[in-house]
């Protein structure tokens, strides 16, 4: 997005990682990242150059927030900054949002962007949707206007629980749909995941306090549709990789980047263990990662359990 032509800072730690990335992740052979960007656009390494934006995206990867939040703050951000968090993840043990932890460190009013937003067709000028929260409309209804452009139409919601835990607990079904494909399971074992995955992301969201509806809407089914479908995704490449042989650590490894599934589901198995709500997918994508079970005893154990009625919100 060229955000309309307002004059936009890219920070990163480091500009020479951002021409790789650009020239890696986006398949485009330019030289440099300017090339890639609109004119308004500028790459920086010196965070200082950000500190007077009057609005202010972050897109780290969850388990970078804190340290990110803590930097923004001690480089002195001006407290007028909207800020807006992009990053879809749940801190373990603290199972703190990011909108959270970026509250903890910065004065500043605190939004949210989410939804099925992979970057890769969004530099290309394709059509996506997304959503961006805030508890005062009427800065939703600003910042909507101000980053919509014709290939991103944006929604207003005022449920950032619902939008940040939605957008975090997909992840974890990303991963199981990789896992499936991995597998060679086939279709209906995927559609399966999608759609209890779904039911499984409702009754943790509401022991959470996030609306039901935000589940059903582009934060939530959206999201988990196309990070269980889509070539782009890192996550359900991480379950393939892992359905297929590799460590976690090695399928990690091979991205080069996050794949916010793997802290995510130790949060989200850790919440929903908290809240005591009824997550078989969730728990078996835990027992994956973190307990060495193996892929094919975990799915076969998700269809073994006793019949029953299909529920979704109850518990
Ligand atoms: N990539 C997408 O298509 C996409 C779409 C929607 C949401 N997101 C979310 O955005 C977040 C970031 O994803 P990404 O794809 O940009 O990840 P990424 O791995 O490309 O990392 C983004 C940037 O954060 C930097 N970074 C990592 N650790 C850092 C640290 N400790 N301090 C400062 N900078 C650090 C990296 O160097 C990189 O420049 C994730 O939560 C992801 O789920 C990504
Ligand atoms: O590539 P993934 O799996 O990290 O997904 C990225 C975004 O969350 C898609 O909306």
């Not at 990867?61 to 803590?70: G, I, Q």
Request: hydrophobic share 40%; charged share 20%.
């Amino acid at each position: 997005a060229s955000f309309s032509g307002d004059e936009v800072v890219l920070w990163t730690r480091s500009v020479e990682q951002a021409r790789t990335l650009a020239e890696t992740r986006m398949g485009m052979h330019a030289a440099c990242p300017d090339h890639l960007l609109p004119d308004n656009v500028r790459v920086t390494a010196d965070l200082r150059e950000t500190l007077d934006a009057d609005l202010v995206l972050v897109v780290v990867p969850s388990v970078a927030m804190r340290s990110v939040a803590a930097m923004l703050r001690d480089a002195g951000l001006s407290e007028k900054s909207v800020v807006l968090s992009c990053t879809k993840g749940i801190e373990k043990d603290s199972l703190l949002r990011m909108s959270e932890i970026l509250r903890e460190y910065l004065p500043n009013t605190v939004g949210v962007l989410s939804g099925p937003n992979h970057a890769e067709d969004i530099c290309l000028g394709l059509p996506s949707a997304t959503l961006v929260g805030f508890e005062e409309e009427e800065i939703s209804a600003a910042v909507q206007r101000r980053l919509a452009s014709p290939s991103f139409r944006i929604y207003s919601s005022s449920d950032l629980v619902g939008m940040e835990l939605g957008g975090s607990i997909k992840n974890v079904f990303a991963i199981g749909a990789g896992i499936c494909d991995g597998l060679g399971l086939g279709d209906n074992a995927k559609a399966a995941m999608v759609t209890r995955g779904l039911a499984e992301m409702t009754r943790i969201g509401l022991a959470y306090g996030g609306k039901a509806e935000t589940f059903m809407g582009l934060s939530g089914m959206g999201d988990l549709i196309v990070t269980c479908y889509s070539k782009h995704s890192r996550n359900l490449q991480v379950g393939r990789l892992v359905a297929e042989g590799k460590s976690v650590e090695e399928a990690v490894a091979s991205l080069g980047m996050v794949a916010e599934g793997v802290p995510n589901t130790l949060s989200i198995y850790q919440m929903s263990r908290k809240a005591n709500a009824r997550t078989p997918i969730v728990d078996v994508i835990y027992g994956i990662l973190y307990e060495g079970k193996y892929p094919l005893c975990g799915l076969q154990e998700l269809m073994d359990r006793a019949l029953c009625a299909e529920r979704i919100a109850d518990n």
